[in-house]
Nanobody
Framework: QVHMVESGGGLVQPGGSLRLSCAAS????????MGWFRQAPGKEREFVAG????????AYGDSVKGRFTISRDSAKNKVYLQMNSLKPEDTAVYYC??????????????????WGPGTQVTVSS
């Protein structure tokens, strides 16, 4: 079981940038496929980005391709989500997700079995 905590959320103007971080407690973090999801009020949780355990392969949701970048630093047990050119429709709670023993990247909600508590991102002028 890995304990994860997201940070870096906040209020940003349209067109701005934010970098989210997910800190994981597990020493075998490098064996986990990791991902980011988001959930806006009244909507289902949506896939944003996924990364495999080595960091060599990534996947993105259609709505964020070309604007968001996922990366990981296994030495620090962290996963990052760099978000550029933010839009009001990016407003949501962003969640870090993990799955042990699978290479990834994983895109489906049901493929992940561990979740962080989330961090709020609000894009507004």
């Amino acid at each position: 079981q890995v304990h994860m905590v997201e940070s870096g959320g906040g209020l940003v103007q349209p067109g701005g940038s934010l970098r989210l971080s997910c800190a994981a407690s597990e020493r075998t973090f490098s064996n986990y496929a990791m991902g980011w999801f988001r959930q806006a009020p009244g909507k289902e949780r949506e896939f944003v980005a996924g990364i495999n355990w080595s960091g060599s392969n990534t996947a993105y949701g259609d709505s964020v391709k070309g604007r968001f970048t996922i990366s990981r630093d296994s030495a620090k047990n962290k996963v990052y989500l760099q978000m550029n050119s933010l839009k009001p429709e990016d407003t949501a709670v962003y969640y870090c997700a993990a799955r042990a023993g699978v290479a990834g990247p994983l895109k489906q909600l049901s493929e992940y079995d561990q979740w962080g508590p989330g961090t709020q991102v609000t894009v507004s002028s």
